[in-house]
């Protein structure tokens, strides 16, 4: 059975750009996460999706945004490119529902660098 | 508000040692998960294990166990007999599932990097 899958691998935009990261869930997982890792501030929780809606964000500004698609996938973006927004960013599946406290399974992740 | 502590920012021990992760939470909430991940040099997050608020019962999954004590607040993890690699880092994390659910998303520690030396 095929994991989550995250591209690309890397990025590498410049201050002010937009950045797209794509995601693709486990089969059979509803709900889609997407996690933050940059160095020195650890994981920190960016958005959830399940069943097409957006379920809750984490500490973000709004140029931090996304989607989930009818085959449950999903897109984050970031608008407005800062260089502090250079990390390894995270997607995770899990079965969903509205609790969201299913096991969440993680992808490779995204490196994106802001020049 | 939610938080996980992982006091040991890194720890290196020989091959074959034994050697034990500790992980401290704060919650308010009654019901709640309790999980691990390791993470290696590849960057991906891989889960180890979920235990639930209402399961005490300690865990031994090969050389891997987990002791998870509510009295003190604490899921601790130990690695027996560890090898090369079981190098990586290892992150605690914790979901409330009354507030919300998956809300605030998993709250991880900020890990602890384990080195195997050979």
């Known amino acids: 059975e095929a994991g989550v899958t995250q591209s690309p691998t890397h990025l590498i935009k410049t201050r002010g750009q937009q950045a797209t990261l794509r995601c693709s869930p486990i089969?059979?997982?509803?709900?889609v996460y997407w996690y933050q890792q940059a160095l020195g501030l650890g994981l920190q929780f960016l958005l959830w999706?399940?069943?097409?809606?957006?379920?809750n964000r984490g500490n973000f500004p709004p140029r931090f945004s996304g989607r989930q698609f009818p085959n449950y996938s999903s897109e984050l973006n970031v608008n407005a490119l800062e260089l502090e927004d250079s990390a390894l960013y995270l997607c995770a599946s899990s079965l969903g529902g509205v609790t969201g406290t299913d096991t969440q399974y993680f992808g490779p992740g995204t490196r994106l660098t802001v020049l | 508000a939610q938080k996980v502590t992982q006091a040991q920012t890194e720890i290196s021990v020989v091959e074959k040692e034994d050697v034990t992760l500790d992980c401290v939470y704060e919650?308010?909430?009654?019901?709640?998960?309790l999980f691990w991940y390791k993470q290696p040099p590849s960057g991906e997050l891989v889960f180890l294990i979920r235990?639930?608020?209402?399961?005490?019962q300690n865990e031994i999954s090969g050389r891997y166990s987990w002791n998870f004590q509510k009295s003190t607040s604490s899921f601790n993890f130990t690695i027996t007999a560890s090898q090369v690699v079981d190098s990586a880092v290892y992150f605690c994390a914790l979901s409330e599932a009354l507030s919300g659910g998956g809300a605030d998303g998993l709250t991880f520690g900020k890990g602890t990097h384990l080195i195997i030396q050979p």
């Open positions: 089969s059979g997982h509803t709900s």
């Open positions: 999706y399940d069943e097409g809606e957006e379920r």
């Open positions: 919650t308010r909430d009654t019901t709640y998960y």
């Open positions: 235990r639930n608020s209402f399961d005490e």
